[in-house]
């Protein structure tokens, strides 16, 4: 350089240091003459830009005598030629431009390749995000499951195995355990039915699932007019419509067998349920907190407020802003100890009565046994007519 010129030989312009030193000048020269020193640019030439090509933060360099991650750069900081980052590429596979194979993808979250599908080893099990739902019932009937066609396994429990009499059926199955274990059940669509040999009980089902959500949580409470009592329940961060087709006006709600003339629908207010996750413990979920302490507030209507329903649109979540008239809002209220002991002796009282009743009809079908006995029928026979008459 002399006199605040650089010569430029045409020896030195048949090198890759000479073509990049030739294109800063014509980038300053463009600047200089257009005003222009904000603006983006993509860049190219041979060696890396560090340290040599000045730009904005953004621009990108486009490495002619690159490799595997060292083919493209981006400016990530600097106004001067430094804060180049290396290791993207045009093929990258993970959501920033990185390949999942280098040091700098390596936390990064992987993309779909052209197949739709995410490329082989990048992720694991680690990598999902799972949640848990949960449903209890204290009648025969259905129970929807969170996430639907993105759960897992269920696992089950009862509140109340004092006694043989009062098991529970789901599907082709007996449960009588009151810790959560795993099991195979049976399908009634989307949802499970739940068969209560007795009464007074509270059957519960956990569901992991795969979810993309988290924002807010969903609890609806199946109500009886006449008593107040909590029928059924559902709990997660997720809509009951979200797996099975995604239809809020479809799946307004998690009870399919819902009865309006008898029954109300309750959604819980996101203040009631923050307070409520403070007490949840390993022993005591939101759902077995609510069916053995609280309420719902019926004398009292809240506003709906739209909440997320654990679908995104691109990258912002999907909200409901409406839910039909017939689903209310409430807070819970907490029991007396008073009206604990009534429902307690309530309970008991729908235990007895249920016992009472699997006795008598065990005995008739006793009875009914010998007299087709004494008729002289095949055993074939008698089972097919004592089922029928069951």
Same mark, same amino acid.
């Given at each position: 350089?002399?006199d605040?010129?650089i010569e430029l030989?045409?020896e030195?312009?048949?090198?890759?240091?000479?073509?990049n030193?030739?294109?800063r000048?014509?980038r300053?020269?463009y600047e200089?003459?257009?005003?222009d020193?904000k603006t983006t640019?993509?860049y190219?030439?041979?060696g890396s830009?560090?340290?040599?090509?000045?730009?904005?933060?953004?621009?990108?360099?486009?490495?002619?005598?690159g490799g595997?991650?060292?083919?493209?750069?981006i400016?990530e900081?600097?106004?001067g030629?430094t804060?180049?980052?290396?290791g993207?590429?045009?093929?990258?596979?993970?959501?920033d431009?990185y390949?999942?194979s280098?040091s700098?993808?390596?936390n990064?979250i992987?993309?779909?390749?052209?197949?739709?599908?995410?490329p082989d080893?990048?992720v694991?099990?680690?990598?999902?995000?799972?949640?848990?739902?949960?449903?209890?019932?204290?009648?025969t009937g259905?129970?929807t499951?969170?996430g639907?066609s993105?759960?897992?396994g269920?696992?089950v429990?009862c509140?109340?195995?004092?006694?043989?009499?009062?098991?529970?059926?789901v599907?082709?199955?007996?449960?009588?355990?009151n810790?959560?274990?795993?099991?195979t059940i049976?399908y009634d669509?989307?949802?499970?039915?739940?068969?209560?040999?007795?009464?007074?009980?509270?059957?519960?089902?956990?569901?992991?699932y795969?979810?993309s959500?988290?924002k807010?949580?969903?609890?609806f409470?199946?109500i009886d007019k006449?008593?107040?009592?909590?029928?059924?329940a559902?709990?997660?961060p997720?809509h009951p419509?979200?797996?099975?087709?995604?239809?809020f006006n479809?799946i307004?709600?998690?009870?399919p067998?819902?009865?309006?003339?008898k029954?109300e629908i309750v959604l819980?207010?996101?203040?009631?349920?923050?307070e409520?996750k403070?007490?949840?413990?390993? *022993?005591?979920t939101?759902?077995? /907190?609510?069916?053995? %302490?609280y309420?719902p507030?019926?004398? !009292?209507e $809240? =506003?709906y407020?739209p909440?997320?329903?654990?679908k995104?649109?691109?990258?912002?979540?999907?909200?409901i802003?409406?839910?039909?008239?017939?689903i209310?809002v409430?807070?819970?209220?907490k029991?007396?100890?008073e009206?604990?002991e009534?429902?307690?002796?309530?309970?008991e009282?729908?235990?007895?009565e249920?016992?009472?009743e699997?006795?008598?009809? *065990?005995?008739?079908?006793?009875? /009914?046994?010998?007299? %087709?006995?004494?008729?002289?029928?095949? !055993?074939e $026979? =008698?089972?097919?007519?004592?089922?029928?008459?069951?």
């Amino acid at each position: 350089m002399a006199d605040g010129y650089i010569e430029l030989s045409k020896e030195k312009l048949e090198t890759p240091a000479g073509i990049n030193e030739l294109n800063r000048m014509l980038r300053q020269l463009y600047e200089l003459i257009s005003g222009d020193s904000k603006t983006t640019k993509i860049y190219y030439g041979y060696g890396s830009p560090e340290g040599v090509v000045v730009a904005n933060v953004g621009s990108i360099y486009m490495r002619k005598d690159g490799g595997t991650a060292t083919s493209m750069y981006i400016k990530e900081s600097g106004t001067g030629a430094t804060g180049w980052v290396a290791g993207r590429s045009s093929d990258a596979d993970t959501l920033d431009t990185y390949h999942a194979s280098t040091s700098a993808g390596a936390n990064k979250i992987p993309v779909s390749d052209a197949s739709g599908y995410l490329p082989d080893n990048t992720v694991d099990i680690g990598a999902l995000k799972t949640t848990l739902g949960e449903v209890s019932r204290g009648t025969t009937g259905l129970l929807t499951l969170p996430g639907g066609s993105y759960g897992f396994g269920i696992q089950v429990k009862c509140a109340d195995v004092t006694d043989n009499i009062y098991n529970y059926v789901v599907g082709s199955g007996y449960y009588n355990s009151n810790n959560y274990w795993t099991e195979t059940i049976t399908y009634d669509g989307p949802h499970v039915f739940v068969s209560f040999v007795g009464a007074g009980d509270t059957f519960y089902a956990q569901h992991r699932y795969v979810t993309s959500s988290g924002k807010n949580h969903w609890l609806f409470l199946l109500i009886d007019k006449i008593t107040v009592g909590i029928i059924a329940a559902y709990s997660a961060p997720d809509h009951p419509a979200y797996g099975r087709g995604g239809d809020f006006n479809k799946i307004p709600h998690p009870f399919p067998d819902y009865d309006e003339s008898k029954q109300e629908i309750v959604l819980v207010d996101q203040e009631t349920i923050a307070e409520l996750k403070a007490q949840v413990t390993e *022993e005591s979920t939101l759902l077995t /907190l609510i069916n053995n %302490l609280y309420r719902p507030n019926m004398a !009292k209507e $809240e =506003i709906y407020e739209p909440l997320h329903s654990g679908k995104f649109l691109g990258q912002s979540p999907e909200l409901i802003e409406v839910i039909p008239d017939y689903i209310k809002v409430r807070k819970l209220i907490k029991f007396t100890p008073e009206e604990l002991e009534e429902r307690d002796r309530i309970r008991e009282r729908l235990k007895l009565e249920a016992g009472l009743e699997n006795l008598k009809r *065990e005995q008739d079908r006793i009875s /009914l046994m010998d007299k %087709l006995i004494v008729l002289g029928l095949i !055993k074939e $026979e =008698i089972d097919l007519l004592v089922e029928k008459n069951e």
